[in-house]
């Protein structure tokens, strides 16, 4: 069974920066070449896409996150990270790592595009 486990959460005032990063364990990057992404869900609200990067490291992100957050993944450690710079109280959060399980696919927000999900770390952000 894949399993999706996320660290590096926390609580932070705005402005300021925060990384959280995701392992996938029984899920090999090499040999699937799947797309990886990061979700999140405030209270109250839906689940939205806010990064997303494909094996080849292309990447796309969410309009309100674009040139705040920046997504990497190192293939060879089965590893995805989201670096949060510029934190705004409406980032808070519960921040999900997500894995596609089709190979080649472009990165995607689209929460369909995901089979596996792990538990979630929180992002606070308030002063």
């Known amino acids: 069974q894949v399993q999706l486990m996320e660290a590096g959460g926390g609580s932070v005032q705005p402005g300021g920066s925060l990384h959280i990063s995701c392992v996938a364990h029984r899920l090999t990057f090499n040999e699937t070449k799947n797309t990886m992404g990061w979700f999140r869900q405030a209270p109250g609200k839906e689940r939205e896409g806010v990064a997303s990067?494909?094996?080849?490291?292309?990447?796309t992100y969410a309009d309100d996150v674009k040139g705040r957050f920046a997504i990497s993944r190192d293939n060879a450690k089965n590893t995805v990270s989201l670096r949060m710079d510029s934190l705004k109280p409406e980032d808070t959060a519960v921040y999900y790592c997500a894995a596609s399980i089709v190979a080649g696919r472009s990165p995607s927000l689209l929460r369909n595009r995901y089979t596996y999900w792990g538990q979630g770390t929180q992002v606070t952000v308030s002063s």
């Open positions: 990067i494909d094996h080849s490291g292309h990447s």
